[in-house]
Nanobody, 128 residues
Framework: QLVESGGGLVQPGGSLTLSCVTS????????IAWFRQAPGKEREGVSC????????YYADSVKGRFTISRDNAKNTVYLQMNDLKLEDTAVYYC???????????????????????WGQGTQVNVSS
């Protein structure tokens, strides 16, 4: 189970931190990702952390502004979002996929169909 929180309304240039609390699976073997979907647009990958090796991945549109992190003790992944822009407005979803011992993630991290587990989403609105 994945439960997101932390969305809200923020002005351009502002910051938000999203949380994804996970339960019911083997944390160490999972990749946890953030996706977002704006009205009329396809769901896109924002960031991902591979819990096997701590590798992180980011979409070009958020590099330098967003940071993904995790708290192993709380089985929680965070997305710190700074310098938010109007185009960051979307519903943000947390997703999880169990990784095999020899699986290479790489560019696959951004593919929504790679993930089997999804949260319900949290709305982020960036508006002046």
């Amino acid at each position: 189970q994945l439960v997101e929180s932390g969305g809200g309304l923020v002005q351009p240039g502002g910051s938000l931190t999203l949380s994804c609390v996970t339960s019911g699976f083997s944390w160490d073997w999972y990749a946890i990702a953030w996706f977002r979907q704006a009205p009329g647009k396809e769901r896109e990958g924002v960031s991902c952390v591979d819990n096997r090796n701590s590798d992180t991945y980011y979409a070009d549109s958020v590099k330098g502004r967003f940071t993904i992190s995790r708290d192993n003790a709380k089985n929680t992944v965070y997305l710190q979002m700074n310098d938010l822009k109007l185009e960051d407005t979307a519903v943000y979803y947390c997703a999880a996929e169990r990784m095999g011992p020899g699986t290479t993630w790489g560019p696959r991290w951004a593919g929504q169909y790679e993930y089997d587990e999804w949260g319900q989403g949290t709305q982020v609105n960036v508006s002046s």
